[in-house]
């Protein structure tokens, strides 16, 4: 098992504070993509339509070159994010909030403005954790759009034999909810739109031998949108303000999962995913106002 020492952890905290910018012209491709993996009715997304709160996720992505491809699929460590070095990493959560009066629109020349925010480390019963909190904010000509925290979480290698969390049972007094179908299909068209190769995804000898799980991991990013869509589906009218989750645990292709939410107040819904267990996948809150 790797064990981080005090001169490996000051050498990742040095990350702390690098900025990385980068801009992009918003084209309308991946946002029709979004808009049939999602099964949205026509009509397809055109120039000018608003991007999606969390369409924003398709775009700015890396692209690594083959040869920087790492095993598990992800680009090599190092460049923008600290060379953290434990063999899993996973999108844990995240805190993004949308500025009112100006939203992201498909064929903006926007910018995306990333920093390096923490490093820190923690030892658990699985092992090694090193968490690592980036901020994105993204502008357009008229300002800043929208604002990220994003969380992501590096662990150590699955020990055989060693029993995993014991779950939580998910809430069962939702407003609405969809019913999603993982299948192979679908988390390899999201992990095109995304350009993620990570092969938890799609590469099921990669995830049940080498990593560990039972199957094919859904996105964590997949279930926040689909999360976010759902009160959007349902309350058409409103502007998604602000979203917070956090991933709770892993949701397999094996069998279908649901999104579900309800009010806590006028602006704001509790928001969560559950699996075919009843178990508790992720949870979070939207908060919503009028435009």
């Known amino acids: 098992m790797t064990t981080l020492d005090g001169d490996q952890l000051a050498h990742l905290q040095s990350w702390v504070g690098r900025t990385q910018v980068q801009h992009e012209q918003l084209s309308v491709v991946p946002m029709r993509g979004l808009h049939a993996l999602l099964d949205h009715p026509a009509p397809a997304p055109q120039w000018g339509d608003p991007v999606p709160p969390l369409g924003r996720w398709l775009y700015f992505l890396p692209q690594a070159a083959q040869s920087e491809i790492a095993q598990d699929g992800h680009p090599q460590k190092g460049g923008f994010l600290p060379p953290v070095p434990l063999p899993r990493r996973m999108w844990a959560g995240g805190r993004l909030q949308w500025h009112k009066g100006n939203p992201l629109r498909i064929g903006d020349e926007a910018t995306l403005t990333s920093t390096i925010v923490s490093v820190d480390h923690k030892s658990g019963r699985s092992g090694e954790l090193v968490f690592v909190v980036v901020r994105h904010t993204v502008s357009n000509d008229l300002g800043d759009c929208m604002v990220e925290d994003q969380d992501i979480v590096y662990r150590s290698a699955p020990v055989p034999g060693q029993p995993a969390p014991a779950p ?95 009010a806590l107040d006028p602006e704001s819904l509790s928001v969560w995913g559950r699996d075919a267990s009843g178990y508790l996948t992720m949870q979070g809150t939207v908060r919503i106002g009028q435009p």
């Not at 190769?197 to 099921?204: E, K, L, V, W």
């Not at 409103?238 to 939410?261: N, S």
């Open 168 to 262: 939580t049972q998910a809430p069962t007094d939702e407003t609405f909810r969809r019913t999603f179908e993982p299948t192979a299909a679908a988390l390899f068209r999201y992990s095109a739109l995304t350009f993620n190769a990570h092969r938890i995804h799609y590469d099921r000898p990669y995830a049940t031998e080498v990593e560990g799980y039972a199957g094919l991991v859904v996105h964590g990013p997949l279930i926040a949108t689909l999360l976010v869509d759902l009160v959007q589906q349902n309350h058409p009218t409103a502007q998604i303000l602000g979203f917070d989750f956090k991933a709770v645990r892993p949701t397999l292709d094996l069998q279908p999962f649901e999104v579900c939410a309800r």
